[in-house]
T-cell receptor, first 113, second 115 residues
């Protein structure tokens, strides 16, 4: 079974802190994604990566950056956390073939105080 | 751009009731369509999918048919169980929009099934 793990289930940070959310997948998938999930807004794509060191902006990249130094790991970085970044963050991975399902991690609920 | 619209929730049903969650989409090409489910405290998992018009996806008693003429992909189940309580997301991927890898999600519909 494909496994996507995220470093924390719950995280509490203070405004202005630098925050790292880590995601690891064990199936050698080319593509990885970061979403945020908010009530009434569904899932919105922040960034995605289709190869090591490659990244593309999604729909809401402002205030975020990403890093993919190894194929299995995709990190989301909040350079200076703000209260409006309080949300559920979901990581997903996808094989290179079109039309396959994305595999999701359990999510990290981030609260910024 | 592409978009997905699904019925607003929450939806509350009694066990063994019939379920329909409506989903319509807008896409410029020929998208693949998906239903994902999120159980409480978990990430999303694929429930079913359809890759071309008139395809029917099915899994765990749930079904959805890709209707190109009505741009719809409604989710149905004949008899829901308490264990079906979850949030359901309709989604599409459209290879004409700069990469088949990206998913566009609806806002989600929360289903609660009471015993």
């Amino acid at each position: 079974d494909v496994k996507v793990t995220q470093s924390s289930r719950y995280l509490v940070k203070r405004t202005g802190e630098k925050v790292f959310l880590e995601c690891v997948q064990d199936m050698d998938h080319e593509n990885m994604f970061w979403y945020r999930q908010d009530p009434g807004l569904g899932l919105r794509l922040i960034y995605f990566s289709y190869d090591v060191k490659m990244k593309e902006k999604g729909d809401i990249p402002e205030g975020y950056s990403v890093s993919r130094e190894k194929k299995e790991r995709f990190s989301l970085i909040l350079e200076s956390a703000s209260t409006n970044q309080t949300s559920m963050y979901l990581c997903a991975s996808l094989p290179g073939t079109a039309y396959n399902e994305q595999f999701f991690g359990p999510g990290t609920r981030l609260t910024v105080l | 751009g592409d978009s997905v619209t699904q019925m607003e929730g929450p939806v509350t049903l009694s066990e063994e009731a019939f379920l329909t969650i409506n989903c319509t989409y807008t896409a410029t090409g020929y998208p693949s369509l998906f239903w994902y489910v999120q159980y409480p405290g978990e990430g999303l998992q694929l429930l079913l999918k359809a890759t071309k018009a008139d395809d029917k996806g099915s899994n765990k008693g749930f079904e959805a048919t890709y209707r190109k003429e009505t741009t719809s992909f409604h989710l149905e189940k004949g008899s829901v169980q308490v264990s079906d309580s979850a949030v359901y997301f309709c989604a599409l991927s459209d290879p004409t929009q700069g990469g088949s890898e990206k998913l566009v999600f609806g806002k989600g519909t929360k289903l609660t099934v009471n015993p």
